[in-house]
Structure formats: structure tokens, C-alpha cells
């Protein structure tokens, strides 16, 4: 009756077994490290760059006793770890003599940072630790306002400038065009003059909604965005924010960065491990911008130690050169509507570019004057040029044109980022800031997995005490249900937050009341003159229907926590939620595998050990209740 088959057996052997693989990365600790980042956009980390690090070490007499290359999207980042915090710093100032040669102008981020203590032979079965959240590791919390307003005036501006080359295109004569707010208006001298442009511009921009507004001797053309169109520029730009937040906190060396959205117009980022508040305000507020400049027909570029021709500009172009340009600029940042990477017609990697009208218009002369000469991008940030590509100008092309050259797809898609997110698409400002130090995080984490230790041998000694044997088998069920919670954890690799150690509390209380409903139900068919074999058998049965019913409504709770939560509540909930499906298998499965592994055997089973059973009273003669 109460046995499992070996099937079962297996399974939970299973479970055990990879439960205690994929927990076992958080106790090894985390060891001193550095991190190698790129501080440039035309500078990348690869392979090789991994190969001059470990020639660096090596000549320096410098042992790590790790170096890992992780690359996450685009962008290449390297770490080595060391036995102590002597060597780690001795290897940042050798690595920054030795990759930085010019100081003012680095080329790598050297940051120091903390690498956890696994094993190789674990994380190649990619069992990594639980990453820990800003509250437990310390670091700068940033709460951003992204300007709305400023957005949409942005896109008018744009706008308006198209709408002015289309009515000259068309011949269409107006008195002036106008941004006022959230809508742009055009005077016309009359009524007709009005209805004609009216025709010719809704066609070009459906996303408007164009209403005439007459007067005594005029008419004017009122443009607004419709509904639609609007909370679609609003969210690109929050969106584009966000893109270019998560490239710029690169440059800070921060492990697991948490940038989202909250709500309509906020942005929060959390940048663990980070206590320079001043320099991750720089990073995460600076602007970028981007130019388009002829580049020297002659000398397109030249070595660092070599002079420009005169009346050029020089910027850098990789390591150990720089590109020479002249000094006109034929468009910037603010004239790019949109850049995706593609393939030329001989399928080679490109980067496709858009332009508003007056940048197409000017590029449209630039290139039919100046074709088979090169052309060049750069990106500046804080005053400083990079040259992202040189190409050279095929033939005449205005508004839509393909940037060619780019070495691989890889560099393509870097390039169209950049294109697309040099600079943020709307203001923002710092509503919020917080820093937490990791003293505080330290503690936060002591004090939280105490919570979890000493709630955990408190139930432990009241089902041990009250349900003696089977008080032992819910006891082990418990610490199964915390060694799969944590292992589930660590595989989705989920941020472990200070709410999330609280959701571990609790998943220990709920899942340790299923284990109470179990050994009740047993002790109840045991009072109703069952025999031990079946009453273990129907208490497992009869239980699992109440047990499975509070834990999806609790689910339920736990995934609307999960869809409208944001920050800790959603951390919260991640770990509510798994907590709830890892109990209902170790409270029921693992248990009854427990129980039957136990009695099983035993054919003519006298008794259990469930503790004190209270049979019904029956009275003798005197009239007293006396106990069976």
C-alpha cells in the first residue's frame, strides 16, 4: 500500500541530486577580482585582448587563479580573480600601466569588483550563485524622470523642419511655420492655400492630425499628434533612454545592473556594488553626439606621431591613429531618425541610416559633389572625437543611405546602436538617489539568512517535539523544499534582494503548514480506528486536495504580485511563487517517499510514530472520561 515504485525513487533522486548541484555555487564565497572593460566605442574586447592580459600577468610574475571572458550582446568584458586584495590591486595598477598608455584618455575601464569562488568544473555546467541585489551588496539607486514634454517638442522640431522642405518641394507658399507646444502651425494667406497643403502633407504624415483654423484674411494649419502616435513616441523614447543607459553603465564595471521602466515616464537604476555616486551621475547623465564629416581625400589617416595637413581636424581612429577630417560638418546626431544593420548587395555587413529631410537634403549635394572620396562618422562624448567608420562615398544619396566597410555583422550591429542610441532620445532627471554601502549590504545579508537559520530550527524542533518521527520526515521535506528553492533560484539566476530573502521565510512557513495538514490527517484516521498502513495512506490522499487548493489561490496572489509589481515586490513574488511549487513537490512527494521508505517494508505494522493520538473519551462508572 504504501510503497513507490522505483521510478519515483528515481526522480526524487534526481531532484536531490541537481538541487544540490546548481545551490552548491552560493557557498563558495566571493573572491577579489578585476574587471576589464572597454571605455571606448571603436575599441572592442575579444580573444586577443583576453591573450595580452594574460601576457601582462605572466611578465608582471602576477597569479590569478581565474580569468573569464563573458560577453553580453555586443559587448566583451573580462575578469580575473586572485587569492587576496594585495595581488588585486597590484594587478589594477599594472593592467592600467599597461593597456592605458595615455592616462587622460583611457582606452579600458579597470575597475575592481568580486567574483564569486565557484569551481570551473561547476560554472562549465553553467551553475552559477544567485546574483545579489542592491540592498545586499550595496551600491547607487537612481530613480530618473524622463522629460515627456521635451520628447515630443524634440520630434516637432524634426518635424516641422520636414514639413518646411516638403511645402518647398511641392511649391507651396506659407507665412511661416511655428512649434507651439505640442502642435505646429502653418499661416497660409487663405483658405484654399490651407486645403491644398493640407492634402499634400497628411499624406506624408499619417501620424498627424491636420485641422484648419480659419481667420479674417488667413487660414492656419494646426498640426497635433493623434493619440496613437503620441504614447508611441513617448515610450521609444523611454525606451531609447533605457538602451543608451544600459551601454553607458558598461563603462562603470557594475555587475548585474538593474535599469527598467517604472510606470509611464520612470526609469530606476540600481547599480550594485558602485559607491562613487559623483562618477555614476556623469555616466548615466552625460551626452553623446554624433557627426558626419568629409574625411582628407589624400590622408584619410594618419599615425598618432604624425602631423595633420593643415586646416583639418584630427580624431582618434582605433589604437596608435587618428582620422583626419575637414572641418564642415555635413550632419550630426540630431538628423538620424533610424539605423539598423543590414547587408550590401554583395552581401557584405552595412549599416542602413536614415535622415530627416534637411540632413537627407544636404547629404543629397555633399555626395553628388564628392563622389569616390572618403566620409566619416564620429561620436563625441565629453569633448572627445572617436571615429566609428571611414567609408568611402559611392555614388549621389540623400535621406536613406548604407554605411559599407564594416569588418563583421557583429561591428554592424554595434554601429547602428550607437547610431540609434549616442544620445538620449528625451531629458531626464534625478528624482531619487540612494547609497547603500556594503558594510550595510554585509549586514543585511547576516541578518537575513539568521532570520531563515533560526526560523528554520524553531519549526524544527516544534515537528520533531510534536509529530516525533514524522516531525523528522517534515523536517527533512522542509530543508529539501530550501535546497531546491535556492537551486531553482541560481539556474533562472534571479536576483537575490532582501524581499527575497523574506519570500524564503515565508515559503519555509507554507511549506512546513502542508506537512501539518499531512500529519493531522493521519493522526485524525488513526483516532477513527484505521490501521496504521491505511491511515498513512488516506492522509496523504485525503490532504493533498486542501494542500493543493491553498497553494494555487496563494499562487494567484503571488502572480498578480508578479504582473503588477515592480522593483521588490516583483523580487517578492519571483521567489513566492517558486517557493509555492518547490513545497507542494518536497511536502508531498518527497515526504510520502520518506514515509513509505520507512514503513514500507513492514507488513504488519503495529504502530506509527506521529506523536500522542487522541482517541475519543469513553465514560466509566464513576462518570470520568478515561483515555484508550
Same mark, same amino acid.
Given at each position: 500500500?504504501n510503497?513507490?515504485?522505483?521510478?519515483?525513487?528515481?526522480v526524487?533522486l534526481?531532484?536531490?541530486l541537481?538541487?544540490?548541484?546548481y545551490?552548491?555555487?552560493?557557498?563558495?564565497g566571493?573572491a577579489?577580482?578585476?574587471?576589464?572593460?572597454?571605455?571606448?566605442p571603436t575599441?572592442?574586447?575579444?580573444?586577443?585582448?583576453?591573450t595580452?592580459?594574460?601576457?601582462?600577468l605572466a611578465?608582471?610574475?602576477?597569479?590569478?587563479t581565474?580569468?573569464?571572458?563573458?560577453?553580453?550582446?555586443?559587448?566583451?568584458?573580462?575578469?580575473?580573480?586572485?587569492n587576496?586584495t594585495?595581488?588585486?590591486l597590484?594587478?589594477?595598477?599594472?593592467?592600467?600601466q599597461?593597456?592605458?598608455?595615455?592616462?587622460s584618455?583611457?582606452n579600458?575601464?579597470?575597475?575592481?569588483?568580486?567574483?564569486?569562488?565557484?569551481?570551473?568544473?561547476?560554472?562549465a555546467?553553467?551553475?552559477?550563485?544567485?546574483?545579489?541585489?542592491l540592498?545586499?551588496?550595496?551600491?547607487?539607486?537612481?530613480?530618473?524622470q524622463?522629460?515627456?514634454?521635451?520628447?515630443?517638442?524634440?520630434k516637432?522640431t524634426s518635424?516641422a523642419?520636414?514639413?518646411?522642405?516638403?511645402l518647398?518641394?511641392?511649391n507651396?507658399r506659407?507665412?511661416?511655420?511655428?512649434r507651439?507646444?505640442?502642435?505646429?502651425?502653418?499661416r497660409?494667406?487663405?483658405?484654399d492655400?490651407?486645403?491644398?497643403?493640407?492634402s499634400?502633407?497628411?499624406?506624408?504624415?499619417?501620424?498627424?492630425?491636420?485641422?484648419?483654423e480659419?481667420?479674417?484674411?488667413?487660414?492656419?494649419l494646426?498640426?497635433r499628434?493623434?493619440?496613437t502616435?503620441l504614447?508611441?513616441?513617448?515610450?521609444n523614447?523611454?525606451k531609447q533612454?533605457?538602451?543608451?543607459l544600459?551601454?553607458r553603465?558598461?563603462?562603470?564595471?557594475?555587475?548585474?545592473?538593474?535599469?527598467?521602466q517604472?510606470?509611464?515616464?520612470?526609469?530606476?537604476v540600481?547599480?550594485?556594488?558602485?559607491?562613487?555616486?559623483?562618477?555614476a551621475k556623469?555616466?548615466?547623465?552625460r551626452?553623446?553626439?554624433?557627426e558626419s =564629416? @568629409?574625411?582628407?581625400?589624400?590622408? /584619410?589617416? !594618419?599615425? *598618432? #606621431? %604624425?602631423?595633420p595637413?593643415?586646416?583639418?581636424?584630427? +580624431?582618434r581612429?582605433?589604437?596608435g =591613429? @587618428?582620422?583626419?577630417?575637414k572641418? /564642415?560638418? !555635413?550632419f *550630426? #546626431? %540630431?538628423?538620424?531618425?533610424?539605423?539598423s544593420?543590414? +547587408?550590401?548587395?554583395?552581401?557584405?555587413?552595412?549599416?542602413?541610416?536614415?535622415?530627416?529631410?534637411?540632413?537627407?537634403?544636404?547629404?543629397?549635394?555633399?555626395?553628388?559633389e564628392?563622389?569616390?572620396?572618403?566620409?566619416?562618422?564620429?561620436?563625441?562624448e565629453?569633448?572627445k572625437?572617436?571615429?566609428?567608420t571611414?567609408?568611402?562615398?559611392?555614388g549621389e544619396?540623400?535621406?536613406?543611405f548604407q554605411?559599407?566597410?564594416?569588418?563583421?555583422t557583429?561591428?554592424a550591429?554595434?554601429l547602428?546602436l550607437?547610431?540609434?542610441?549616442?544620445?538620449?532620445?528625451?531629458p531626464?532627471?534625478?528624482?531619487?538617489e540612494?547609497?547603500?554601502?556594503p558594510?550595510?549590504?554585509?549586514?543585511?545579508?547576516e541578518?537575513?539568512?539568521k532570520?531563515?537559520m533560526y526560523g528554520?530550527?524553531?519549526?524544527a524542533?516544534f515537528?520533531?517535539?510534536?509529530?516525533?518521527?514524522?516531525?523528522?520526515?517534515?523536517t527533512?521535506?522542509?530543508a529539501v523544499?530550501?535546497l531546491l528553492l535556492i537551486?531553482v533560484l541560481?539556474?533562472?539566476q534571479?536576483?537575490?534582494?532582501l524581499?527575497?530573502i523574506?519570500?524564503m521565510a515565508?515559503?519555509?512557513?507554507?511549506?512546513?503548514?502542508s506537512?501539518?495538514?499531512i500529519?493531522?490527517r493521519?493522526?485524525?484516521?488513526?483516532?477513527n480506528?484505521?490501521?496504521?498502513h491505511?491511515?498513512i495512506?488516506?492522509?496523504?490522499?485525503?490532504?493533498?486536495a486542501?494542500?493543493?487548493d491553498?497553494?494555487?489561490?496563494?499562487?494567484?496572489a503571488?502572480?498578480?504580485?508578479?504582473?503588477?509589481?515592480?522593483?521588490?515586490?516583483?523580487?517578492?513574488?519571483?521567489?513566492?511563487c517558486?517557493?509555492?511549487?518547490?513545497?507542494?513537490?518536497?511536502?508531498?512527494?518527497?515526504?510520502?517517499?520518506?514515509?513509505n521508505?520507512?514503513?514500507?517494508?513492514q507488513?504488519?505494522l503495529?504502530?506509527?510514530s506521529?506523536g500522542?493520538v487522541?482517541r475519543?473519551?469513553e465514560l466509566?462508572?464513576?462518570g470520568?472520561?478515561?483515555?484508550?
Open positions: 500500500m510503497r513507490y515504485p522505483l521510478w519515483k525513487y528515481l526524487i534526481v531532484a536531490l541537481i538541487g544540490a548541484l545551490s552548491l555555487p552560493n557557498f563558495f566571493e577579489p577580482a578585476v574587471q576589464i572593460s572597454t571605455a571606448k575599441v572592442k574586447i575579444d580573444l586577443n585582448t583576453q595580452r592580459i594574460e601576457k601582462i611578465d608582471a610574475s602576477i597569479n590569478s581565474g580569468l573569464f571572458f563573458e560577453k553580453t550582446g555586443n559587448v566583451g568584458t573580462i575578469k580575473v580573480r586572485f587576496n594585495d595581488i588585486q597590484r594587478a589594477r595598477d599594472v593592467l592600467q599597461k593597456l592605458n598608455t595615455d592616462h584618455d583611457p579600458y575601464t579597470i575597475a575592481l569588483n568580486l567574483l564569486s569562488n565557484t569551481p570551473h568544473w561547476l560554472t555546467m553553467n551553475a552559477l550563485p544567485m546574483p545579489l541585489g540592498d545586499l551588496r550595496g551600491g547607487v539607486y537612481f530613480l530618473l524622463v522629460d515627456m514634454q521635451g520628447a515630443v517638442q524634440k516637432l518635424l523642419t520636414d514639413v518646411r522642405s516638403q518647398r518641394d511641392k507651396l506659407h507665412q511661416g511655420i511655428e507651439n507646444g505640442d502642435f505646429i502651425s502653418i497660409f494667406g487663405n483658405l492655400e490651407a486645403n491644398v497643403a493640407r499634400n502633407l497628411a499624406l506624408g504624415r499619417p501620424e498627424l492630425d491636420w485641422e484648419i480659419k481667420g479674417s484674411d488667413s487660414a492656419k494646426v498640426a499628434f493623434k493619440p502616435a504614447k508611441e513616441v513617448q515610450d523614447a523611454v533612454n533605457i538602451v543608451t544600459n551601454k553603465v558598461n563603462e562603470l564595471a557594475v555587475k548585474e545592473p538593474v535599469i527598467q517604472q510606470g509611464i515616464d520612470r526609469i530606476i540600481q547599480l550594485p556594488g558602485v559607491q562613487d555616486t559623483a562618477r556623469d555616466i548615466i547623465g551626452t553623446a553626439t554624433l =564629416r @568629409l574625411a582628407d581625400p589624400v590622408t /584619410s589617416s !594618419i599615425s *598618432s #606621431g %604624425e602631423s595637413p593643415p586646416g583639418t581636424d584630427t +580624431f581612429f582605433g589604437e =591613429r @587618428l582620422g583626419v577630417f572641418k /564642415s560638418v !555635413i *550630426s #546626431g %540630431e538628423n538620424i531618425t533610424d539605423a544593420a543590414g +547587408f550590401d548587395q554583395n552581401q557584405r555587413p552595412s549599416v542602413n541610416i536614415s535622415l530627416d529631410s534637411t540632413g537627407g537634403r544636404v547629404m543629397q549635394e555633399i555626395t553628388r564628392n563622389i569616390g572620396k572618403p566620409m566619416g562618422m564620429i561620436l563625441f565629453k569633448g572625437g572617436e571615429v566609428l571611414i567609408a568611402t562615398i559611392q544619396f540623400g535621406s536613406k554605411i559599407t566597410g564594416q569588418p563583421t557583429e561591428s550591429n554595434d547602428a550607437l547610431l540609434r542610441a549616442g544620445s538620449l532620445a528625451a531626464m532627471e534625478i528624482i531619487e540612494r547609497t547603500i554601502g558594510s550595510l549590504g554585509a549586514e543585511n545579508i541578518k537575513g539568512f532570520s531563515l528554520f530550527i524553531a519549526i524542533l515537528m520533531m517535539g510534536y509529530y516525533l518521527l514524522f516531525g523528522v520526515f517534515s527533512i521535506a522542509l523544499n530550501l537551486s541560481s539556474m533562472l534571479a536576483t537575490l534582494t524581499p527575497g523574506a519570500a515565508l515559503a519555509i512557513g507554507m511549506a512546513i503548514d506537512n501539518v495538514l500529519n493531522e493521519i493522526r485524525e484516521e488513526l483516532r480506528g484505521a490501521a496504521p491505511s491511515a495512506a488516506t492522509g496523504f490522499d485525503r490532504a493533498w486542501t494542500i493543493l491553498s497553494n494555487v489561490t496563494t499562487l494567484i503571488g502572480l498578480a504580485l508578479l504582473a503588477f509589481g515592480s522593483g521588490p515586490i516583483k523580487g517578492f513574488a519571483v521567489v513566492h517558486l517557493g509555492i511549487l518547490t513545497s507542494m513537490f518536497s511536502a508531498v512527494f518527497f515526504a510520502r517517499g520518506l514515509v521508505l520507512w514503513y514500507g517494508k507488513k504488519k503495529q504502530k506509527i506521529i500522542e487522541w475519543p473519551a466509566n462508572q464513576t470520568q472520561a478515561k483515555g484508550k
